[in-house]
T-cell receptor, first 111, second 113 residues
Framework: GQQVMQIPQYQHVQEGEDFTTYCNSSTTLSNIQWYKQRPGGHPVFLIQLVKSGEVKKQKRLTFQFGEAKKNSSLHITATQTTDVGTYFCAGGKAAGNKLTFGGGTRVLVKP | NAGVMQNPRHLVRRRGQEARLRCSPMKGHSHVYWYRQLPEEGLKFMVYLQKENIIDESGMPKERFSAEFPKEGPSILRIQQVVRGDSAAYFC???????????FGPGTRLLVL
């Protein structure tokens, strides 16, 4: 079955630094979505990417969908303590009936 | 437009009891998904339902777990004869169509003593 892997599993970042987290699918995707879960909270939708090579920005967050539509990345610049949480990617297949979530990247920010 | 509602938010059960978790999707959403999350772990898909139908239950344990989404009322995740290993956060999400954005509820945190 379809697998979605995220690396790294944990990301320790110094406040103010940049980092990137990656999402890789075993199969070609029709779309990829990113969610953020704050500690003790529930996942909240951030963004959806549909087109090959698509890049979208939300303030300090930059999301990219790979040319082959099998991978995606999330880049955060000038990390802040409010960025703490777990970032999940979720991939959908054209013939599929649901999203498949990755295991998440847990981001910890050192002040 | 109210978001996804889940109740109870916290549930404590003793081993062997039954747990019933409820989920009311967002208005206009007919697709419901249930996930389980252990502390410090990811979201594990359990079951996907559309009104009165189970579409995909590939993540559901074969025994003790069942789910329904009746024509009227909330979706129910039922766990019979709970064991300590069932302790986890159970999240429900809904979407208007398959593979569209999923909106998550606040979760039910189940603790089995």
């Amino acid at each position: 079955g379809q697998q979605v892997m995220q690396i790294p599993q944990y990301q320790h970042v110094q406040e103010g630094e940049d980092f990137t987290t990656y999402c890789n699918s075993s199969t070609t995707l029709s779309n990829i979505q990113w969610y953020k879960q704050r500690p003790g909270g529930h996942p909240v939708f951030l963004i959806q990417l549909v087109k090959s090579g698509e890049v979208k920005k939300q303030k300090r967050l930059t999301f990219q969908f790979g040319e082959a539509k099998k991978n995606s990345s999330l880049h955060i610049t000038a990390t802040q303590t409010t960025d703490v949480g777990t970032y999940f990617c979720a991939g959908g297949k054209a013939a599929g009936n649901k999203l498949t979530f990755g295991g998440g990247t847990r981001v910890l920010v050192k002040p | 437009n109210a978001g996804v509602m889940q109740n109870p938010r916290h549930l404590v059960r003793r081993r062997g009891q039954e747990a019933r978790l409820r989920c009311s999707p967002m208005k206009g959403h007919s697709h419901v998904y249930w996930y389980r999350q252990l502390p410090e772990e990811g979201l594990k898909f359990m079951v996907y339902l559309q009104k009165e139908n189970i579409i995909d239950e590939s993540g559901m344990p074969k025994e003790r777990f069942s789910a329904e989404f009746p024509k009227e009322g909330p979706s129910i995740l039922r766990i019979q004869q709970v064991v300590r290993g069932d302790s986890a956060a159970y999240f429900c999400a809904s979407s208007p169509k398959p593979q569209e954005t999923q909106y998550f509820g606040p979760g039910t945190r189940l603790l089995v003593l």
